[in-house]
């Protein structure tokens, strides 16, 4: 011990340092696998289907909107 009590520690802190850090990635990866599997993981392509589906809707809609306009503009004439 030195003289204010604290110990003089020569030994390196490496092993400390890696212990932290490979419990730090099984951390990570549990919340990871945690995420995955309550949301599950969805591919880019079922993605991208339900986009071009919802598009495909909403244009549908706007065609919809714009044939009910046109026979209220012919009624009205």
């Given at each position: 011990?030195?003289?204010?009590?604290?110990?003089?520690?020569?030994?390196?802190?490496?092993?400390?340092?890696?212990?932290?850090?490979?419990?730090a990635?099984?951390?990570?990866?549990?919340?990871?696998?945690?995420?995955?599997?309550?949301?599950?993981?969805?591919?880019?392509?079922?993605?991208?289907?339900?986009?071009?589906?919802?598009?495909?809707?909403?244009?549908?809609?706007?065609?919809?909107?714009?044939?009910?306009?046109?026979?209220?503009?012919?009624?009205?004439?």
């Amino acid at each position: 011990m030195s003289e204010d009590g604290r110990m003089n520690d020569t030994r390196t802190h490496w092993p400390q340092i890696i212990g932290s850090i490979l419990v730090a990635i099984a951390i990570v990866a549990i919340a990871i696998a945690i995420v995955t599997a309550k949301f599950g993981s969805t591919p880019s392509a079922e993605i991208e289907a339900q986009e071009e589906r919802l598009e495909q809707q909403e244009d549908l809609a706007d065609e919809r909107r714009d044939v009910a306009e046109d026979r209220r503009e012919e009624a009205a004439e």
